[in-house]
């Protein structure tokens, strides 16, 4: 074992030896590498979104034909810490008539639920935190603790607009959980495995070759439980203020605000695991820095798409973001899987180009369906209404109307 070939297993087992050295015990030693571990962890993934927020900031800045932050520092480089020491200086306080558990809570747990994640996420084929063999389904189950921080923050705020917001906020994540879910469930088919890392082994080629339409609906599923643009109804200002954090200033908004730009990055992770083959690569098994490389230019191009809709689409209406979810997304993906499941089994014992061929074929047949329905509807949205009028008898002379 070399540096280069297991770093994170190099330092772990030093580690280990010098704390057993101390005269502590194999089971405390180990106890205190897992705090170390996740203590790296949380604080790596906390300091790298100062980057991503410069870097979304003046990505958008291009599309929209401005330069972005571009005074403090080289390039800005320095505004988003500029920006975190305001925050930290602003006052930490508490609304009268707040119930101060849930809405001191609902910061920590938005965080919370986004770091989470990175314990399982396979960033190389021994770049991660723990590999569970239920990793998919961890997943799933740490997401929904940021959804519990959205609701708490709401319910303890002690405003309507507050409420009202988190209510809506709830109402578009657990919807477009549903899709997100049942397009998460092909990975896991196709690999016969819920661990991430077996399932980025399991891709030769990538997920997104067998089921396109998955890793689509997969993708849209994940900017809209991120609410983020074009389906950031959270932040509607002209109807909810601010949302479920209008109450919240100082640290405890910069930790919502946090939580939303580390939460794009993840899920962009989460779909380069699940789609794009992850960490695999040319050398990738040999050399894990390799593997690393390859899992961050693969996330880098999903960010990338995630940060072209932000910048280039209007916000839906609310009726238009669950219309998409319940009417189109949903149905879709369950077809979808279905479909998916039967050829897939169908085609076990054929070569792998005929059981990529075969999920393709399904797939167009899938998409021609869909785009059949999307024209209908659409035609029957804009049939004109027909309003029946009252037949009105003009009179001939103007005697007729004096008599």
Known sequence: MTFWTDPIGLIDAWLYGV?????????????????????TLATGAMIFTVFLIWLERKLIGRFQDRFGPNRVGPFGIFQTIADMLKIFTKEFITPDGADRIPYNLGPVLAVAGVLLVYAVLPFGINFLGVNLDMGALYVVAAGTIGELGIILAGWGSNNKYALLGAFRAIGQLISYEVPMLLTLLIPVMLSGSM?????????????????????????????????????????????????????????????????????????????????????????????????????????????????????????????????????????????????????????????????????????????????RFLRNYAQKRRRPLVVPTASIVLPDRIDEVLS
């Not at 643009?229 to 954090?245: I, R």
């Not at 989460?270 to 230019?297: H, R, S």
């Open 19 to 39: 704390l057993v050295g101390w005269g502590l015990s194999s089971e405390v030693s180990r106890v205190l590498l897992y705090i170390v571990g996740a203590f």
């Open 195 to 371: 661990g991430l890392n077996t399932i980025v082994k399991a891709q030769n080629p990538w997920f997104i070759i067998y089921a396109p339409l998955a890793g689509l609906i997969f993708f849209i599923s994940l900017v809209a439980e991120n609410a983020r643009a074009p389906f950031d109804l959270v932040e509607a200002d002209s109807e909810l203020v601010a949302g479920f954090n209008i109450e919240y200033s100082g640290l405890k908004f910069g930790m919502f605000y946090v939580a939303e730009f580390l939460h794009a990055f993840t899920n962009s992770v989460l779909f380069a695991v699940l789609f794009l083959g992850g960490w695999q690569g040319p050398g990738a098994e040999t050399y894990p820095w390799l593997g690393l490389l390859y899992t961050i230019l693969k996330t880098s191009v999903v960010f990338f798409a995630i940060l072209t809709l932000r910048a280039g689409l209007p916000r839906f209406r609310i009726d238009q973001v669950m219309d998409i979810n319940w009417k189109l997304l949903t149905p879709f993906s369950m077809a979808i899987l279905v479909v998916t499941a039967v050829v897939d089994k169908s085609l076990m014992q054929s070569s792998m180009t005929g059981r990529i061929l075969g999920l393709l074929a399904a797939n167009l047949v899938l998409l021609l369906v869909a785009l």
